[in-house]
């Protein structure tokens, strides 16, 4: 049940989706960044309060993020943060850098031929897909080269 707003200064005042329909907010399925509630909580000025109040739920998105993304923040792992309207080449850089980081993470060099099963392991930490784990390692490797 939501907590009554009891003070003027209360952040949730401010918040964008006081004007929408809050079921966008718990979507079915897995949303990417151009899922419509995130969308909107990128113009939100409350975006980080909400993110942190939200960081213990599994349910509907806070301040921008799904419980993917919060699932990530959890283990450590900084989420990719694709805002609607980033670049592709922008996207691309980004994933690249969170591959190579996670590969490290794990104990491998990203830029060498990694064992059986860190594809796949590094794919499902980060949620993305093969695609685009294949172009980031692609990338990582040709830059090593
Ligand atoms: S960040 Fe999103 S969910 Fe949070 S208050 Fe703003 S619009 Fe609402």
């Known amino acids: 049940m939501p907590t009554p707003i009891t ?8 918040a964008v989706c006081r004007d929408h329909d809050p079921d966008m907010w718990f979507p079915n399925g897995v949303h990417g960044p151009n899922d419509p509630a995130k969308i909107i909580c990128a113009t939100c000025p409350v975006r980080t309060q909400c ?3 939200g960081l213990p739920e599994h349910f509907g998105i806070w ?3 799904n419980e993917a993304d919060r699932d990530l ?5 900084t989420p990719p943060r694709d805002e609607p309207g980033t670049p592709r080449n ?3 850089r980004r994933r690249q850098e969170l591959v190579r980081n996670h590969i490290l993470r794990l ?9 059986n099963g860190i594809g796949v392991r590094v794919e ?3 949620q993305i897909s093969h695609a685009q784990f294949q172009s980031a ?5 040709r830059s090593a080269a």
Request: without cysteine; charged residues 40%; proline residues 8%.
């Open 73 to 77: 923040i959890r283990r450590g792992i």
């Open 137 to 141: 390692r692609r990338a990582i490797l």
């Open 124 to 126: 499902e930490d980060l």
């Open 51 to 53: 993110a942190e109040l």
């Open 7 to 14: 003070s003027r200064d209360d952040w949730r005042l401010q």
């Open 107 to 115: 104990g491998y060099d990203p830029e060498k031929p990694l064992p």
């Open 90 to 92: 922008e996207q691309s």
């Open 63 to 65: 301040g921008g993020l």
